[in-house]
């Protein structure tokens, strides 16, 4: 690390501790030609995503912007606003371990919907209209159809319908 005062490029770590809540590490730096010290950061250094919209138009991922699409279509549902941020950061560090650093919006739309799928039904149909562009009632009702269909293939038959083992 070059020293911010003489330029040297020989410096000693005399403490190193977590900072910005464990995004960052703060190095206390020691030059070994003026002797004098100075603080750095040493931080992960994302690669920025790139989010392909339906026009085919790119635009960098915007976190903010997908926390303020989740948040909408929690209103009101009793999802607790640490789980969303929660989510947020899943969707986040999946997109920032994958090789190909281009998504696009429909792909980032069904995992969002995955995430949301589990935690409430009102927010997947929310985030689902706006995503999917829902032009009617049609709309609603598959996609709400679509939901109860599913949650029936999850749930186990009752006892009286299961099939018997074979004797």
Do not use: W
């Not at 010290?37 to 920025?48: C, D, G, K, Q």
């Not at 899943?90 to 995955?114: F, H, K």
């Not at 995430?115 to 032009?135: D, G, I, M, N, T």
């Amino acid at each position: 690390m070059q020293c911010p005062f003489c330029q040297h490029s020989n410096s000693r770590v005399i403490e190193s501790r977590s900072a910005e809540g464990g995004r960052s590490i703060r190095r206390r730096r020691e030059c070994l030609d003026c002797i004098r010290r100075f603080t750095t950061y040493e931080r992960i250094e994302f690669v920025p995503i790139t989010v392909i919209k339906r026009d085919e138009q790119r635009e960098s991922f915007d976190r903010s912007k997908l926390l303020r699409g989740m948040v909408t279509a929690c209103e009101k549902t009793g999802i607790d606003a640490v789980l969303i941020e929660g989510l947020v950061d899943d969707i986040e560090a999946e997109l920032q371990q994958r090789a190909v650093r281009e998504v696009t919006s429909t792909e980032l739309g069904e995992t969002v919907l995955e995430k949301l799928k589990p935690l409430s039904e009102v927010a997947y149909v929310r985030f689902a209209s706006v995503y999917r562009q829902f032009r009617g009632i049609r709309d609603f009702v598959n996609t709400l159809n679509d939901l109860q269909v599913r949650r029936l293939q999850q749930q186990p038959l009752p006892s009286h319908l299961e099939p018997t083992p074979p004797a």
